[in-house]
Nanobody, 121 residues
């Protein structure tokens, strides 16, 4: 019933930019945290960035100067603006959300299906 869906991935050249979007839908009371993780081929899933209800954000050190996470609380959405993309950024990017459903006593963690980002010449 609750779904998290990412979009915005694609193929870009080194130095290019992409803006990823994540939208949560369903019987949602509130979302505490939304974030982005990525998984490169042959690698484990890795934290990229997150943002909580109060607006505080956290970033993987290697992307701090290039990526910006934002959130539209009223629309249950989060975004990841990625600038100066490099080949090492190539991965499937997943949206993560900690969601409190109406009528449920605690937050549950949800994942999107992923959107592929490829940075290559």
């Amino acid at each position: 019933q609750v779904q998290v869906v990412e979009s915005g991935g694609g193929l870009v050249q080194p130095g290019g930019s992409l803006r990823l979007s994540c939208a949560a839908s369903g019987d949602i009371h509130s979302i505490w945290k939304m974030g982005w993780y990525r998984q490169a081929p042959g690698k484990q899933r890795d934290f990229v960035a997150s943002i909580i209800t109060g607006g505080n954000s956290d970033y993987k050190e290697s992307v701090k100067r290039r990526f910006t996470i934002s959130r539209d609380i009223s629309n249950n959405a989060a975004y990841l603006q990625m600038n100066n993309l490099q080949p090492d950024d190539t991965a499937v990017y997943y949206c993560n959300a900690h969601i409190l459903q109406n009528g449920v006593g605690g937050y549950d963690e949800y994942w999107g299906q992923g959107t592929e980002v490829t940075v290559s010449s």
